[in-house]
Structures are given as structure tokens and as C-alpha cells.
């Protein structure tokens, strides 16, 4: 993705978060209240196991007729995915749904869908780990970004834990110093990893993605 593109996906999150604090009368904070954002915006937030959310792969999805962003109930008690779904699902609303009144119909093209997904997953992570708030807890931890090397003793590889488990580990450090509390592990390590905070692992998925 171009990074001007990225830039302006992260200039909105900011906007959003200074728009709900403006208006709230209240200072930056962390965690990012991202349900409260949503509720001042005119949307409901729902939690539901019905329809075509009976499908555990559907994390989320975006209502615009009944203003209503939708939370596949089986995640509510996931706090991290949760509130991840429903600020992906913001993004769409965000991004996506002005221009193109549903957030599916776009040309029909999976390429398309591909993109749109992609950036609502960059909104959600710009706006509950804002850059400066990272970095800060970062380097609350370390002097320096991190490269993840296999455990060596001799020139032999000891396997004691992985790079995943190591880097989840100190990734988890950093994001309760942080006070990220609704963001998971998982996601707050890919974050590291955007930010080139953390090297030497690639990106770590879910088995389940949020779907629009």
C-alpha cells in the first residue's frame, strides 16, 4: 500500500479520537474508548449469534440502514478481537461507506474487497495503538528496536521457545506497560512489527479474520 495512502488512514484515526475527546471534554487516553467512539457518532454497537453471524468466521459487520455495527457474539468475551472487529468495522464506516453506500459493493472485484479489507484491519490498528502511544511504551522497554534471532549457545541453536513465543512475550510487556488492555497480544506484536519495532519475524495471523 502507497505510505501516503497509510499516512492518511492514520491521520483519520487521529481525527476521530481528537473529535470524540473535543467533544467529551477529555485528554488522550488509553485504552482507546473505541464502543464510545462509535456511540458518538450516531451508531449502535450489537452483539449477535444469528443469521449469517451463526458463522464464526464472520466477525463483523457494518448496517448502515439501521446505523448499527454489528459484533459476531461469539468473540464478546475476547476482548482484544472484539474490540478489533469493532474498529475495523469503524474504518468501513469511516473509509468506505460514504463513498460507497455499502461497503461490499464496490465493482464486485475480489481484488477490491481484498484492499478494503486491508485497509479497515490498518485503521483499526492506527486507532487503538496510535503511533506515539506505541513508541512511548516501547522505548519504556527498550533503548532500541528489537531483531528476534534463534537462541544460540556455541553456534548451536538451542529450541527452548520460538521467535513467535519470545517476540508474543515481550510484545505483551510492552503493551501492558502501554495500557493498550483492549488490544491482544497478537495484534499489538504485528503492530511492533509494522513499526519495525520488533525485526526478524514476519506478520502473525488469526485462523479467523474479521469479514464486513
Not at 497509510?6 to 473535543?22: A, G, H, Q
Not at 481484498?114 to 492506527?126: C, G, P, Q, T, W
Not at 483492549?182 to 509494522?194: E, P, T
Amino acid at each position: 500500500m502507497n505510505p501516503s495512502f497509510r499516512s492518511k488512514i492514520e491521520s483519520e484515526t487521529l481525527r476521530v479520537i481528537d473529535k470524540y475527546n473535543t467533544e467529551n471534554g477529555l485528554s488522550f487516553q488509553i485504552p482507546i474508548p473505541v464502543l464510545e467512539i462509535i456511540e458518538s457518532i450516531g451508531f449502535n454497537y450489537d452483539f449477535r449469534m444469528d443469521g449469517v453471524y451463526k458463522d464464526k468466521d464472520l466477525l463483523g459487520g457494518l448496517h448502515l440502514d439501521s446505523k448499527t455495527i454489528v459484533i459476531n457474539e461469539q468473540i464478546a468475551e475476547q476482548d482484544g478481537r472484539m474490540h478489533f472487529t469493532a474498529a475495523h468495522e469503524l474504518g468501513h464506516l469511516i473509509l468506505h461507506a460514504n463513498e460507497n453506500k455499502k461497503c461490499k459493493e464496490i465493482d464486485n472485484n475480489p481484488k477490491d474487497d481484498k484492499n478494503i479489507e486491508m485497509e479497515a484491519d490498518l485503521f483499526a490498528s492506527f486507532l487503538l495503538m496510535p503511533t506515539s502511544n506505541v513508541k512511548k511504551a516501547f522505548f519504556k522497554v527498550r533503548k532500541s528496536p528489537l531483531k528476534m534471532t534463534d537462541h544460540r549457545f556455541f553456534g548451536l541453536i538451542k529450541k527452548k521457545r520460538s521467535r513467535k513465543e519470545r517476540a508474543i512475550f515481550i510484545a505483551n510487556k510492552i503493551r501492558k506497560i502501554g495500557g493498550f488492555e483492549n488490544v491482544s497480544k497478537l495484534a499489538f506484536l504485528n503492530r511492533l512489527i509494522g513499526m519495525n519495532l520488533i525485526k526478524g519475524i514476519s506478520y502473525q495471523s488469526y485462523r479467523n479474520k474479521p469479514k464486513n
